[in-house]
């Protein structure tokens, strides 16, 4: 009679659990690995063809890694948010921005702002109310400078408001380097849109510009 030595601790861990498996149970295995990996390539795939500011969330650690030009470009040109706010999104319609008509105006006076970065500007429903409210009424010399991700939105405002004395440039508050000083800054409704990684980066760039103020949208008791 044959004795056959036990195989040791160490070996066992070594061939790893997948070679004690039978062949059909291996088999078995491997079909359901591919078919996980086959359904979540279909769903990232969906997710970037039907929710591409979703897709920047589900894929994205770094800024860095995507380009948001493009994706906040493809939510204007596919209407992703809607034609509400001329494509900027329910939170910009006359009706949602009631509040911020009439308080900003007021805060402008009340803190003595005399120069303003709007970041993102978007399409520009609403804010030209604003601003005309506070040149006419509070202070001729207001300057304002609207900031944008997606280049078709800042060329269609500067066409629009062509004979107004504000400024429309550009950028990525999230990658770009806000160099001119403002009084204050208003980051309204971007946020929520952003990875954290993202909203860690803009805030280091406002706070670094050397503005006075921040105005910004609070959520509470919304998730991220």
Not at 59 to 84: C, K, L, Q
Not at 85 to 95: A, D, F, H, I, V
Not at 154 to 175: C, L, M, N, Q, Y
Request: proline content about 5%.
């Amino acid at each position: 009679m044959e004795f056959k030595p036990l195989k040791s601790t160490m070996t066992y861990r070594a061939n790893g659990l997948f070679s004690q498996l039978s062949q059909f149970k291996r088999l078995s295995l491997l079909i359901i690995l591919i078919m996980w990996c086959t359904n979540v390539i279909a769903i990232k795939k969906n997710i970037k063809e039907h929710f591409p500011h979703l897709a920047y969330q589900y894929e994205v650690a770094r800024p860095e890694d995507a380009n948001m030009t493009d994706i906040f470009s493809s939510i204007y040109r596919s209407r992703e948010w809607g034609g509400h706010g001329l494509g900027s999104g329910s939170g910009s319609t006359m009706r949602e921005t009631v509040n911020a008509r009439a308080q900003i105006p007021d805060i402008v006076r009340r803190y003595g702002i005399k120069s303003f970065l709007d970041a993102p500007c978007g399409a520009m429903l609403w804010m030209p109310l604003i601003i005309q409210n506070i040149t006419d009424n509070i202070d001729p010399s207001f300057k304002y400078v609207g900031v944008d991700i997606v280049p078709s939105v800042i060329e269609d405002v500067k066409k629009r408001f062509a004979d107004k004395p504000w400024e429309f440039r550009t950028g990525d508050i999230t990658k770009d380097i806000i160099s001119e000083k403002f009084d204050m800054i208003m980051a309204r409704d971007v946020f929520f849109h952003l990875p954290y990684g993202s909203i860690h980066c803009a805030l280091n760039h406002i706070s670094n510009s050397g503005a006075k103020w921040l105005l910004t949208t609070t959520s509470p008791g919304v998730r991220n």
